[in-house]
């Protein structure tokens, strides 16, 4: 993850019977099925029922099991894999020794995970300073970022990070040439820096170029690269600083594509906006959008996970629904044609986490 927040608390995972699936385009063993094969349809990875959380990258899986070990397999040219190495795996590797992982966010080559006692790692890709160690050097494994023991979620744009801390301050580094970093400015920085001063963030997702946030009142901000209406304001302007979008007190949870949003409130509406040439606002054509507009009239919503042109939601009864580009078959529906509608993955009503992009992994109860 998506990271939205792809990012997903230990606490709220399952405590047994999680089985992992993946599914769409396999370039690099990208599925972890031990090939390259691309599959339309969800395929399990090994027999193992012990799988908390996932994250998609750029042709590669990151993965914490319910034990908090961390896990990876894919494409590893710039390290993502955190395994020490530039070697392609196909089957799932464990990173070190740890058993402390909480959370992790992944888009593009980058790799950001939080330990339980709140410290911060990065590695993978480095030219923008996203891995936040000051400076713009690669790393292959993992490498704490700072000191502090005080982070709390992380999400990832690819060339920039985002992270809230226990006090609830929001934080960001890496790529700002669009203001995505909500500094003010469009200066790159290679360390954590504070937007504003506030105290009061609660969920964060990068896109490409862009932020999105929620605040603990409910409310939703964006800032950053605008070409195509993805942060809701009604206009195509880049704004470097925090943006409200609308006057909303009820949004939930929020999911960030190429240059799109997906986003929840509270009484499970889901909504959408932004870049919509492959259908995956989930509004029945391919018609872009700048404001949020309600993706049907269901209020069973209730997990967003996106990362590219297409998405995976869950709702309340535990069904697994996609939409979007479907290029590689990541949709899992058994084909490659894209739909601009949400259309429902197989029959099973037990999903629990899942991660999108050129390929979906998901975890099944």
Same mark, same amino acid.
């Given at each position: 993850?998506?990271?939205?927040?792809?990012?997903?608390?230990?606490?709220?995972?399952?405590?047994?019977?999680?089985?992992?699936?993946?599914?769409?385009?396999?370039?690099?063993?990208a599925?972890?099925?031990?090939?390259?094969?691309?599959?339309?349809?969800?395929?399990?990875?090994?027999?193992?029922?012990?799988?908390?959380?996932?994250?998609?990258?750029?042709?590669?899986?990151?993965?914490?099991?319910?034990?908090k070990?961390?896990?990876?397999?894919?494409?590893?040219?710039?390290?993502?894999?955190?395994?020490?190495?530039?070697?392609?795996?196909?089957?799932?590797?464990?990173?070190?020794?740890?058993?402390?992982?909480?959370?992790?966010?992944?888009?593009?080559?980058?790799?950001?995970a939080?330990?339980?006692?709140?410290?911060?790692?990065?590695?993978?890709?480095?030219?923008?300073?996203?891995?936040?160690?000051?400076?713009?050097?690669?790393?292959?494994?993992?490498?704490?970022?700072?000191?502090?023991?005080?982070?709390?979620?992380?999400?990832?744009?690819?060339?920039?990070?985002?992270?809230?801390?226990?006090?609830?301050?929001?934080?960001?580094?890496?790529?700002?040439?669009?203001?995505?970093?909500?500094?003010?400015?469009?200066?790159?920085?290679?360390?954590?820096?504070?937007?504003?001063?506030?105290?009061?963030?609660?969920?964060?997702?990068?896109?490409?170029?862009?932020?999105?946030?929620?605040k603990t009142?409910?409310?939703?901000?964006?800032?950053?690269? =605008?070409?195509? *209406?993805?942060? $809701?304001? +009604? /206009?195509?302007?880049? #704004? %470097?600083?925090?943006?409200? @979008? &609308? !006057?909303?007190?009820?949004?939930?949870?929020?999911?960030?594509?190429?240059?799109?949003?997906?986003?929840?409130?509270?009484?499970?509406?889901?909504?959408?906006w932004?870049?919509?040439?492959?259908?995956?606002?989930?509004?029945?054509?391919?018609?872009?959008?700048?404001?949020?507009?309600?993706?049907?009239?269901?209020?069973?919503?209730?997990?967003?996970?996106?990362?590219?042109?297409?998405?995976?939601?869950?709702k309340?009864d535990g069904?697994?629904?996609?939409?979007?580009? =479907?290029?590689? *078959?990541?949709? $899992?529906? +058994? /084909?490659?044609?894209? #739909? %601009?509608?949400?259309?429902? @993955? &197989? !029959?099973?009503?037990?999903?629990?986490?899942?991660?999108?992009?050129?390929?979906?992994?998901?975890?099944?109860?």
């Open positions: 993850m998506q990271q939205v927040n792809s990012a997903i608390a230990a606490s709220t995972w399952p405590v047994a019977g999680s089985k992992l699936y993946a599914w769409g385009s396999s370039s690099g063993g599925l972890g099925l031990g090939n390259t094969t691309a599959y339309s349809s969800p395929k399990q990875v090994g027999s193992l029922a012990n799988w908390g959380n996932v994250a998609c990258g750029n042709d590669f899986t990151i993965a914490i099991k319910l034990d070990t961390l896990w990876s397999w894919g494409n590893n040219s710039e390290g993502s894999l955190g395994l020490g190495n530039t070697t392609y795996y196909s089957s799932p590797k464990q990173v070190g020794s740890s058993t402390t992982w909480a959370s992790i966010a992944t888009r593009g080559y980058s790799v950001i939080l330990q339980d006692n709140g410290t911060l790692y990065a590695w993978g890709r480095n030219t923008d300073g996203q891995l936040g160690l000051g400076n713009t050097t690669g790393r292959s494994s993992p490498v704490q970022v700072g000191a502090l023991t005080a982070w709390s979620k992380i999400a990832s744009g690819g060339p920039h990070t985002l992270a809230i801390k226990t006090d609830g301050t929001l934080w960001s580094w890496g790529r700002n040439g669009s203001g995505q970093l909500g500094l003010g400015n469009v200066t790159y920085y290679s360390s954590p820096k504070q937007v504003g001063a506030l105290t009061n963030w609660s969920k964060i997702a990068g896109g490409s170029n862009f932020t999105v946030a929620v009142d409910g409310t939703l901000w964006t800032f950053g690269m =605008n070409s195509s *209406g993805q942060l $809701g304001l +009604g /206009n195509l302007t880049y #704004y %470097s600083s925090p943006k409200q @979008v &609308g !006057a909303l007190t009820y949004w939930l949870n929020i999911a960030a594509g190429q240059t799109c949003v997906w986003a929840l409130k509270t009484d499970g509406t889901l909504w959408s932004g870049n919509n040439a492959s259908g995956q606002l989930g509004l029945g054509d391919t018609t872009s959008r700048s404001s949020p507009v309600q993706v049907g009239a269901l209020t069973t919503w209730s997990k967003i996970f996106g990362s590219g042109n297409n998405i995976a939601s869950i309340t069904a697994l629904w996609t939409w979007g580009n =479907n290029s590689g *078959g990541q949709l $899992g529906l +058994g /084909n490659t044609t894209n #739909y %601009s509608s949400p259309k429902q @993955v &197989g !029959a099973l009503t037990a999903w629990l986490n899942a991660d999108t992009g050129g390929f979906t992994i998901a975890i099944l109860s």
